[in-house]
């Protein structure tokens, strides 16, 4: 499976934007996909996943919410009301669901795309 992840770019506070993920490859249906970010000197963090449920952190509950598409083999993650906390370089990975718990590690993904930055600006 191979992963792309664009949509990333400038936005104000209080802003959105929507980044996609496409994926390559059979039974992406089957797959949990997620999305974590890493902001400068930071490690990277979870943010969102989707398999039959969405799983969130904390910190976005609320302001961002995960979708796919199967039949076009696309994750989305709609990040409304956007922080200067959210900039990052955000990534998103797939792997087979094991259990709720490994979907908020890394260590439950083993395809990985490169990132997509997100930068908000006060």
């Known amino acids: 499976v191979q992963l792309q992840a664009f949509g990333g770019g400038l936005v104000q506070a209080g802003g959105y934007l929507r980044l996609s993920c496409a994926a390559s490859?059979?039974?992406?249906?089957?797959?949990?996909v997620g999305w974590f970010r890493q902001a400068p000197g930071k490690e990277r963090e979870f943010v969102a996943a989707?398999?039959?449920?969405?799983y969130y952190a904390d910190s976005v509950k609320g302001r961002f919410t995960i979708s796919r598409d199967n039949a076009k083999n696309t994750v989305y993650l709609q990040m409304n009301s956007l922080k200067p906390e959210d900039t990052a370089v955000y990534y998103c990975?797939?792997?087979?669901?094991?259990?709720?718990?490994?979907?908020?590690?890394?260590?439950?993904?083993?395809?990985w795309g490169q990132g997509t930055l997100v930068t908000v600006s006060s």
């Open positions: 490859g059979r039974a992406f249906s089957n797959y949990v």
């Open positions: 989707v398999s039959r449920s969405s």
């Open positions: 990975a797939a792997g087979t669901y094991i259990s709720s718990s490994y979907v908020y590690r890394e260590r439950g993904y083993v395809y």
